[in-house]
């Protein structure tokens, strides 16, 4: 079982920067996937940063050049540091962990507000 504990959402003007945290716990130290999913209100889940165990980063179209996704082996820990947040940013981010296994974990969210 693998648990997954976020940090790091909030209440930021337009422009503005956040850094989101994931780091989780049991489990292999290697991963299939790891990364965020998010979803706004009246909205289906969507991919929004992923990194795969192999090194392959993934982006979806409306993040690049915005969203990058890091991790730190060590700690078994993903960060997704979100530039030139929009409103549009304003959802629910969930961290995301998939095992060789193909077994998916996800986090209990955390709440991201763009907002004046």
């Known amino acids: 079982q693998v648990q997954l504990v976020e940090s790091g959402g909030g209440l930021v003007q337009p422009g503005g920067s956040l850094r989101l945290s994931c780091v989780a716990s049991?489990?292999?130290?290697?991963?299939?996937?790891m990364g965020w999913h998010r979803q706004a209100p009246g909205k289906p889940r969507e991919e929004v940063a992923v990194?795969?165990?192999?090194?392959?980063?993934r982006y979806a179209d409306s993040v690049k050049d915005r969203f990058t996704i890091s991790k730190d082996s060590a700690r078994k820990a993903v960060y997704l540091q979100m530039d030139r947040l929009g409103p549009e940013d304003t959802a629910v981010y969930y961290c995301?962990?998939?095992?060789?296994?193909?077994?998916?974990?996800w986090g209990q969210g955390t709440q991201v507000t763009v907002s004046a």
């Open positions: 995301y962990y998939k095992a060789w296994t193909d077994a998916e974990f």
């Open positions: 990194r795969t165990g192999l090194g392959v980063l």
């Open positions: 049991g489990g292999a130290l290697s991963f299939k996937a």
